[in-house]
C-alpha cells in the first residue's frame, strides 16, 4: 500500500542525535509546531527573522504556520525547496530545523534557518539540533556548502553559528520591520570547517529523499 512518505520522501527523514531527533514534517508534527510557534519564540519587542512571521495576531499564526509549510511540501522541486524537520526532544516537539535550495543539483548549496520555543531556549540545544542537520546534508544529501545569516543583535544564532563551524561573509543592511533598519551577517560552513561535536548522528530516509531532490538513490 502507498504511503505519504512514498509520495512525498521528506515526511519519512529521521535524525537521532542523543536524545534529540529531527522528523520529516506530518500534519500531526505540523499541528504541534503551530502550537508551540503559538506559545512564544521570542519576546514581542524582538525580532529575530528576516520575514516577520511571527508578529502575526494570537490564533492567525498557527494559521500562517500551517499554511507556510504545506504549500512548501506542495511547491517541492528540486529546484527550489525548503526541507523542513521538527525537532523532538525525548518525544517532544520543542522547535524546527530547515533548509532551503535553489538548483540544488547544480549549485550543490543551501541555507539552514531554525526556532526553538522559549522554553527550550538557552539549553544548548540549538547547537545541537543545527549539528544534526549538517551532518544530514554533508553526508547523505550531497551538500558541498550549507550557509545561513543572523542579524548581529541576535548573539545567540550567531552562537550556534560559531560553535557549528561556519564562517562569516557580508554584512548585509537590510529592512527588518517597517522602517527599521537591521544589519545581517552572513555566514557560510564547508565540510572542512563544520565542527562535528562528539554525538553519532544515524539517519534513516535519505536515499529516497536524494532522489527526491535530484540526486542518485545511492
Same mark, same amino acid.
Given at each position: 500500500?502507498?504511503?505519504? #512518505?512514498?509520495?512525498?520522501?521528506?515526511?519519512?527523514?529521521? &535524525?537521532?542525535?542523543?536524545?534529540? !531527533?529531527? *522528523?520529516?514534517?506530518?500534519? +500531526?508534527?505540523?499541528?504541534?509546531?503551530?502550537?508551540?510557534? !503559538?506559545?512564544? =519564540?521570542?519576546?514581542?519587542?524582538?525580532?529575530?527573522?528576516?520575514?516577520?512571521?511571527?508578529?502575526?495576531?494570537?490564533?492567525?499564526?498557527? *494559521?500562517?504556520? #500551517? #499554511?507556510?509549510?504545506?504549500?512548501?511540501?506542495?511547491?517541492?522541486?528540486?529546484?527550489?525547496?525548503?526541507?523542513?524537520?521538527?525537532?523532538?526532544?525525548?518525544?517532544?516537539? =520543542?522547535?524546527?530545523?530547515?533548509?532551503?535550495? *535553489?538548483?540544488?543539483?547544480?549549485?550543490?548549496?543551501?541555507?539552514?534557518?531554525?526556532?526553538?520555543? *522559549? +522554553?527550550?531556549?538557552?539549553?544548548?540545544?540549538?547547537?545541537?539540533?543545527?549539528?544534526?542537520?549538517?551532518?544530514?546534508?554533508?553526508?547523505?544529501?550531497?551538500?558541498?556548502? =550549507?550557509?545561513?545569516?543572523?542579524?548581529?543583535?541576535?548573539?545567540?544564532?550567531?552562537?550556534?553559528?560559531?560553535?557549528?563551524?561556519?564562517?562569516?561573509?557580508?554584512?548585509?543592511?537590510?529592512?527588518r520591520r517597517e522602517g527599521e533598519l537591521a544589519l545581517n551577517q552572513g555566514l557560510v560552513l564547508t565540510p572542512e570547517t563544520f565542527l562535528r561535536g562528539d &554525538?553519532?548522528v544515524e539517519v534513516t530516509g535519505a536515499a529516497a529523499v536524494r532522489s527526491f531532490i535530484g540526486l542518485d538513490a545511492g
Amino acid at each position: 500500500m502507498t504511503t505519504t #512518505a512514498d509520495l512525498f520522501p521528506p515526511i519519512g527523514l529521521r &535524525v537521532v542525535a542523543g536524545p534529540l !531527533e529531527l *522528523r520529516g514534517l506530518t500534519d +500531526e508534527l505540523i499541528v504541534e509546531l503551530c502550537d508551540l510557534a !503559538e506559545a512564544g =519564540i521570542h519576546d514581542p519587542g524582538e525580532m529575530p527573522f528576516y520575514f516577520p512571521w511571527t508578529a502575526a495576531p494570537p490564533g492567525q499564526l498557527t *494559521r500562517n504556520t #500551517a #499554511a507556510y509549510h504545506w504549500g512548501k511540501r506542495a511547491a517541492f522541486s528540486p529546484d527550489d525547496f525548503c526541507l523542513d524537520l521538527a525537532v523532538l526532544l525525548e518525544g517532544r516537539v =520543542i522547535g524546527c530545523q530547515g533548509v532551503a535550495a *535553489r538548483h540544488f543539483p547544480v549549485t550543490r548549496t543551501g541555507e539552514t534557518g531554525s526556532w526553538l520555543g *522559549r +522554553e527550550f531556549q538557552g539549553r544548548g540545544l540549538g547547537t545541537a539540533m543545527r549539528r544534526a542537520m549538517c551532518a544530514l546534508l554533508f553526508d547523505h544529501l550531497g551538500f558541498e556548502e =550549507i550557509t545561513s545569516a543572523a542579524f548581529l543583535d541576535n548573539p545567540a544564532s550567531l552562537g550556534v553559528s560559531r560553535n557549528v563551524g561556519y564562517r562569516p561573509t557580508v554584512v548585509s543592511r537590510i529592512k527588518r520591520r517597517e522602517g527599521e533598519l537591521a544589519l545581517n551577517q552572513g555566514l557560510v560552513l564547508t565540510p572542512e570547517t563544520f565542527l562535528r561535536g562528539d &554525538v553519532p548522528v544515524e539517519v534513516t530516509g535519505a536515499a529516497a529523499v536524494r532522489s527526491f531532490i535530484g540526486l542518485d538513490a545511492g
